[in-house]
């Protein structure tokens, strides 16, 4: 009999209303706090911090993707205060659909996601597809 840990049905959670396109729901799963770190040099590189600035990022994932942005979990590992998933996103540019595998590291706190690292399989071709940073003005 596999036993889970009680924060990968968290983390599945999340992935859950992400699919189904309740933002509501997975915003719901985060702390106050939350904070995603994307790393390269993409447009959508960066720190975001708290519930608003993971709407913009979702925003941002929409229209970039047009829309087509998906992902499917292959596995979830978790124990008290961290959760590991092997993430397969994929999306759309150009008639073609593009892979972008990632590994996700997530960090709960007191039942709630609290923190996400994610990090590319390969980082050239995710930060080819999101696009290059826009420089501010």
Avoid: C, K
């Avoid at 390269?40 to 519930?51: F, M």
């Avoid at 590992?77 to 993430?87: F, K, N, P």
């Avoid at 397969?88 to 960090?107: C, K, M, N, Y």
Wanted: glycine letters at 10%; charged letters at 20%; a negative charge.
């Amino acid at each position: 009999m596999t036993v889970r840990h009680p924060n990968v049905a968290l983390v599945r959670g999340a992935y859950a209303a992400q699919a189904a396109g309740d933002l509501e729901a997975y915003l719901a799963l985060l702390t106050d706090d939350f904070v995603l770190h994307i790393p390269g040099r993409s447009q959508i590189a960066g720190t975001y911090r708290g519930r608003e600035a993971m709407r913009g990022h979702f925003a941002d994932i929409a229209r970039i993707s047009g829309g087509s942005f998906r992902t499917t979990v292959h596995d979830v590992a978790g124990s008290d205060d961290h959760v590991i998933a092997l993430v397969e996103a994929t999306a759309e540019r150009d008639g073609s659909v593009v892979e972008l595998p990632r590994i996700h590291v997530w960090h709960v706190r007191d039942g709630a996601l609290s923190e996400l690292w994610l990090h590319p399989v390969d980082p050239d071709a995710f930060d080819a597809y999101w696009g290059a940073a826009t420089p501010e003005g």
